[in-house]
């Protein structure tokens, strides 16, 4: 009697799919990370992306921040993204912005640019913001709305309305668009919802209407 076939190891592994390896390279090193963590957390983003978060030391400017993205990138196989989390600032924006960009876009590193600062993009979470801020207005109207003391923040506030924020910063997006704001002049805005994007897998229309408010 021949013994029985073990199955096969390869075949089991090839039926999972795989996750995608996402690096995602922050300046800041409270609100962004707080963000980031809770969202690579969610069950239906760990089971499709790994995702490991790179703060710089030095919480270095953005071209900084993409220069390290690059030497990841070409240093390691396994990568599948590079991302880099930054601001633009207002009044005065960050040095050599357009100089990362380009980088960036030589290179394949995709960007999450928040205009003035994150704080924008959590503001979204809450209301629609269309009018000019300076660093200091977003993070001050940002701590009046989830109530915070500090830079920290709880995550798990945020969750909920992740896709409308999405939608609302596409919906700014549009907006400069057509008012031809271009870049660094596209005061509000964020592309943090091109980041969500590509992390997670997209929601079916029942799921797109769960806690969202108008």
Request: proline letters at 7%.
């Amino acid at each position: 009697m021949k013994p029985p076939r073990s199955k096969s190891l390869k075949r089991r592994s090839a039926s999972r799919p795989e996750r995608k390896t996402v690096v995602i390279f922050c300046e800041g090193e409270a609100s962004e990370p707080d963000y980031i963590n809770t969202l690579k957390r969610l069950p239906e983003v760990r089971s499709n992306t790994a995702i490991s978060i790179e703060i710089d030391p030095e919480q270095g400017v953005p071209l900084t921040l993409v220069k390290r993205a690059v030497e990841r990138k070409l240093a390691d196989d396994e990568v599948d993204e590079c991302w880099c989390v930054f601001d633009v600032e207002w009044p005065k924006n960050h040095p050599n912005l357009k100089q990362a960009i380009k980088l960036a876009e030589q290179h394949g590193i995709r960007l999450a640019i928040s205009n003035p600062c994150f704080e924008l993009w959590l503001i979204l979470h809450y209301e629609k913001q269309t009018a000019y801020m300076s660093t200091k207005d977003a993070e001050r109207k940002s701590r009046g709305l989830d109530g915070r003391t500090g830079k920290r923040i709880a995550g798990e506030l945020y969750m909920k309305n992740r896709r409308i924020a999405s939608q609302r910063a596409m919906e700014l997006s549009r907006l400069h668009v057509q008012n031809e704001s271009l870049f660094p002049r596209n005061n509000p805005s964020s592309t943090m919802y091109d980041l969500l994007t590509a992390i997670e897998p997209r929601p079916s229309r029942s799921e797109q209407g769960e806690g969202v408010s108008p």
